[in-house]
């Protein structure tokens, strides 16, 4: 992957496009697009050789706010587009952007398509539970009950969790971040794009106008602490204002339980460790909601495997070597041939 020198270090205005912004007013959109800005700056990548690839929706058009290459392309298909990119050119960075609806309602097969072949690059689903961009309507991540144009009584579908589908179409590296949490969210980016393979964020975002506070039981700053779950591999399951809950599973049923060390025998000793390539953990902690439990983020599940553009590759170059050169004007016209 080409990188710039120390003399070329690009910021992230050298990142940012010249075209007029036009999400929402407190869109959190925007802060994702900073996070990204920056992200790719500190990354020190060379604007030549990334590509951001998108669907249809509010952010679909995050192609255009990058001062990169770009495709805006079509309703659910991006995932595909962008693997036809990374066959086309596998030296290319890309990073694909899509919303819960386009990923995961009429683009949701192209999505599973895309994580089980492990195609080297960046999945970004902008989570904010609706339908922006066509007016409110409920989207696959609505939660039951959500009242839309579409669901004026309520939702009555079960929501699609976004973080459980990746892990059960078999991507290698499931991590999630906040709009808001741009450390946090900067940290996934730059762990997401060291991966060699499909790697799938999902970002929540919240929607101002059409879903605003759908993520305010663990986003709120009264509750952060103590509804949200900060993983790190290797580390303790910790979290709360003081530091003192975590995560312990239950001898009996292998079931998730919330402890406080310090509190009925318990010690820091009985908190589950993180172990991001224990897909049983992972498929667990993604499962875990508000208000019982506390929303896991960071990267929940990360375990490398061969990219699908490189076996490809790999068995161009064998089927090369099998064959000699062969002159295709004379191959086409071997056999039986027409004159007209």
């Not at 706010?65 to 309703?75: L, R």
């Not at 591999?233 to 060390?261: A, C, H, Q, Y």
């Amino acid at each position: 992957m080409n990188v710039v020198t120390p003399v070329d270090k690009l910021t992230a205005k050298d990142f940012t496009s010249d075209q007029e912004v036009r999400w929402c007013p407190g869109c959190g959109d925007y802060a994702i697009a900073a996070a990204m800005q920056s992200t790719l700056a500190e990354l020190g990548v060379s604007r030549e050789n990334t590509v951001f690839v998108s669907g249809i929706g509010c952010a679909a058009r995050f192609p255009y706010y990058m001062a990169t290459y770009g495709f805006h392309t079509i309703h659910g298909r991006a995932p595909a587009i962008a693997t036809g990119i990374k066959l086309a050119n596998p030296d290319l960075d890309i990073w694909v952007v899509s919303g819960d609806g386009d990923a995961l309602s009429i683009g949701g097969n192209h999505l599973f398509h895309l994580l089980r072949r492990n195609v080297d690059v960046q999945f970004l689903l902008f989570n904010n539970e609706i339908y922006g961009l066509t007016k409110g309507q409920y989207s696959p991540t609505s939660r039951v009950g959500t009242r839309s144009p579409s669901t004026p009584m309520g939702s009555l579908d079960t929501p699609v969790v976004a973080a459980s589908f990746a892990l059960g179409s078999g991507a290698r590296f499931v991590a999630r971040s906040v709009d808001t949490l741009r450390k946090p969210l900067s940290q996934v980016l730059k762990r997401a794009h060291a991966h060699r393979g499909t790697s799938f964020v999902e970002i929540f975002q919240n929607c101002i106008v059409y879903n605003d506070g759908v993520f305010s039981d663990f986003t709120e700053k009264a509750v952060a602490a103590d509804n949200q779950l900060h993983v790190e591999d290797g580390k303790p399951l910790l979290f709360g204002s003081e530091g003192n809950r975590g995560l312990r599973m239950k001898s009996d049923t292998f079931e998730l339980e919330i402890v406080t060390v310090g509190e009925d025998g318990v010690s820091e000793s009985d908190v589950l460790v993180h172990d991001e390539k224990n897909r049983l953990l992972a498929t667990m902690l993604a499962a875990l909601q508000p208000p019982d439990f506390p929303m896991a983020l960071g990267v929940i599940y990360c375990d490398p495997a061969p990219g699908y553009e490189a076996n490809v590759m790999a068995q161009i170059a064998q089927a090369k070597a099998k064959s000699p050169a062969t002159d295709l004007n004379a191959l086409l016209r071997q056999g039986h041939t027409w004159t007209v």
